[in-house]
């Protein structure tokens, strides 16, 4: 079964620094891999997906994110932070054998200090 | 354009009690429809998931169940609720495409509280 880790539970960034969030997933095949932001109270939100071809990925609100299978790795990047971008964000690997369901990581908390 | 709807916002229950919560989408035909919970500190986890009127996939033993009476209508369910059933639970609704799920949309969440 797939897995998804992301080591940082919460994360502290200046407004304007550059960001990084990092997740490795864990499956034996080429995974299909998002990354959902979530602000609080609210619903999640797709900021960007891979599912082949160029594995730099530009999504939503400035935000890319790089496969590295040799690493199992999607890490999310932004260059500079804005106070908006404080929220909770979840990667997630879906498969091409399970189409009806992701799995998501636990989550990085994203503080954006003034 | 497609939108999903999921009530209540917030729930405060008694353990013990009944629980239902509704989730509908628009703008769209034979979704695959989600439950899922975030309870804190423990990321996201998928409850059910369903492809079609009737048809309900359990991913988690537990005591709560989930049904679909319309295509696009997704209820969960308890009979009594425990207070581990304390969480913030997601609705979510995808289409497959090629042959797999292009992502899914989520809706605004319910805060249920079981006191």
């Known amino acids: 079964a797939q897995s998804v880790t992301q080591p940082d539970i919460h994360i502290t960034v200046s407004e304007g620094a550059s960001l990084e969030l990092r997740c490795n997933y864990s499956y034996g095949a080429t995974p299909y891999l998002f990354w959902y932001v979530q602000s609080p109270g609210q619903g999640l939100q797709l900021l960007l997906k891979?599912?082949?071809?160029?594995?730099l990925v530009q999504g939503i609100k400035g935000f890319e994110a790089e496969f590295k299978r040799s690493q199992s790795s999607f890490n999310l990047r932004k260059p500079s932070v804005h106070w908006s971008d404080a929220a909770e964000y979840f990667c997630a690997v879906g498969t091409a054998g399970s189409n009806y369901k992701l799995t998501f990581g636990k989550g990085t908390l994203l503080t954006v200090n003034p | 354009s497609q939108t999903i709807h999921q009530w209540p916002a917030t729930l405060v229950q008694p353990v013990g009690s009944p629980l239902s919560l509704e989730c509908t989408v628009e703008g769209t035909s034979n979704p695959n429809l989600y439950w899922y919970r975030q309870a804190a500190g423990r990321g996201l986890q998928l409850l059910f998931y369903s492809v079609g009127i009737g048809q309900i996939s359990s991913e988690v033993p537990q005591n709560l169940s989930a049904s679909r009476p319309q295509d696009r209508q997704f209820i969960l369910s308890s009979k009594k609720l425990l207070l581990s059933d304390s969480g913030f639970y997601l609705c979510?609704?995808?289409?497959?495409?090629?042959?797999?799920?292009?992502?899914?949309?989520f809706g605004s969440g319910t805060q249920l509280s079981v006191l």
């Open positions: 891979y599912f082949s071809g160029d594995t």
């Open positions: 979510a609704w995808s289409l497959t495409t090629r042959g797999h799920n292009e992502k899914l949309f």
